[in-house]
T-cell receptor, first 114, second 115 residues
Framework: KQEVTQIPAALSVPEGENLVLNCSFT??????LQWFRQDPGKGLTSLLL?????REQTSGRLNASLDKSSGRSTLYIAASQPGDSATYLC?????????????FGKGTKLSVKP | SQTIHQWPATLVQPVGSPLSLECTVE??????LYWYRQAAGRGLQLLFY??????ISSEVPQNLSASRPQDRQFILSSKKLLLSDSGFYLC??????????????FGPGTRLTVL
């Protein structure tokens, strides 16, 4: 049974700092991995999608890496800003197509102090 | 572009009352649709998914049911709510295009409180 773990559960950093969020999964047979952002009381916003054949994806100040063999992914946030404060969730998909539901970690709550 | 709607945004219901939450998707056809629940202190849990009209798969035994009466409409229901049904309910759909292979997109959610 696939399990997804995110460490740390919470993180507080000063503005401008570069930071890394970690995600690990127990079964390396994944189709893809997706990173999301969730603001309090809101739905999930997709940040980055990494296919199983890819090593990393970048979007602006965000960079996500994937190491399937070790069951790890990291989300790197450069030059953090107070607006980055949110809960970040990673999720893995076992299969593509119709059976492709996501297995989520519990998230890392990030607070960026001005 | 694709958009996903959920309503109501918030709901407070007494124990034993019925429930109906609705999710609709615009700008795509024949999407895979999902209902998740996010309970306080717990991760997101998949409740149901659907690959087409009238086709529902349940992931966990529970007090809830789902239906898909139209291609882009997904409904979550209960005949009698329990206290444990409280939570944040999220609807999601799958992108299946070559540009977004199996990327999943979420709606704004419904906050349900059962008293």
């Amino acid at each position: 049974k696939q399990e997804v773990t995110q460490i740390p559960a919470a993180l507080s950093v000063p503005e401008g700092e570069n930071l890394v969020l970690n995600c690990s999964f127990t079964d390396s047979a994944i189709y893809n991995l997706q990173w999301f952002r969730q603001d309090p009381g809101k739905g999930l916003t997709s940040l980055l999608l990494i296919q199983s054949s890819q090593r990393e994806q970048t979007s602006g100040r965000l960079n996500a890496s994937l190491d399937k063999s070790s069951g790890r992914s990291t989300l790197y946030i450069a030059a953090s800003q107070p607006g980055d404060s949110a809960t970040y969730l990673c999720a893995v998909r076992r299969y593509g197509g119709s059976q492709g539901n996501l297995i989520f970690g519990k998230g890392t709550k990030l607070s960026v102090k001005p | 572009s694709q958009t996903i709607h959920q309503w109501p945004a918030t709901l407070v219901q007494p124990v034993g009352s019925p429930l109906s939450l609705e999710c609709t998707v615009e700008g795509t056809s024949n999407p895979n649709l999902y209902w998740y629940r996010q309970a306080a202190g717990r991760g997101l849990q998949l409740l149901f998914y659907s690959v087409g009209i009238g086709q529902i798969s349940s992931e966990v035994p529970q007090n809830l049911s789902a239906s898909r009466p139209q291609d882009r409409q997904f409904i979550l229901s209960s005949k009698k709510l329990l206290l444990s049904d409280s939570g944040f309910y999220l609807c999601a759909w799958n992108g299946l295009s070559a540009l977004s292979d199996n990327e999943q997109f979420f709606g704004p959610g419904t906050r349900l409180t059962v008293l």
